[in-house]
């Protein structure tokens, strides 16, 4: 695991953190070619969330998402988004490549482990499909999560 892997899966809720790190130890055993997982984001401030939606509205570039702050799980620690990092450099988010030549494309491999261990793929979604997202089921409504408490380090209290 790489540490800017490590630093992102820091920032997640705690209660996701160890089941986190367990989860990208498990693709990446799993990914026995060039290819290894990288979280690219984690949690998200309700400012960095105001950015993101703006894009293609008010700020030039094409719509990311359509979730305003607070209205994405990535704002309460509970959802990852990733790629695969080919050969130690290069960033790739080709869901259909199989670099370990074992028939089963290496994305599909960290889809399965995901949901082995109860977390929702983007990739699933019937409308604005987010390939790169993944968030725990259970904890997965921005509505629900909004009206908890949260803890000294801003965290939602479960």
Aim: proline letters at 1%; aromatic letters at 10%; a positive charge.
């Amino acid at each position: 695991m790489d540490a800017i892997t490590t630093k992102r899966i820091e920032k997640l809720h705690p209660s996701v953190r160890n089941e986190m790190k367990k989860i990208i130890e498990n693709c990446n055993a799993s990914l026995t070619g060039k290819a290894q997982v990288r979280i690219t984001q984690s949690l998200r401030t309700f400012e960095e969330q105001d950015v993101l939606y703006q894009q293609g509205r008010t700020k030039l570039g094409k719509k990311i998402t359509n979730a305003k702050a607070g209205q994405s799980i990535h704002n309460y620690g509970f959802a990852v988004d990733i790629c695969l990092i080919i050969g130690g450099n290069t960033a790739s988010w080709d869901t259909a490549k199989d670099w370990d030549n074992d028939q089963i494309a290496d994305w599909y491999e960290c889809v399965k482990i995901f949901a082995i261990h109860g977390w929702e793929w983007g990739g699933n979604w019937k409308t604005f499909k987010d390939l790169p997202h993944f968030e725990k089921r259970g904890y997965n409504s921005w509505q629900k999560l909004s009206k908890l408490k949260r803890d000294e380090n801003n965290y939602v209290i479960l």
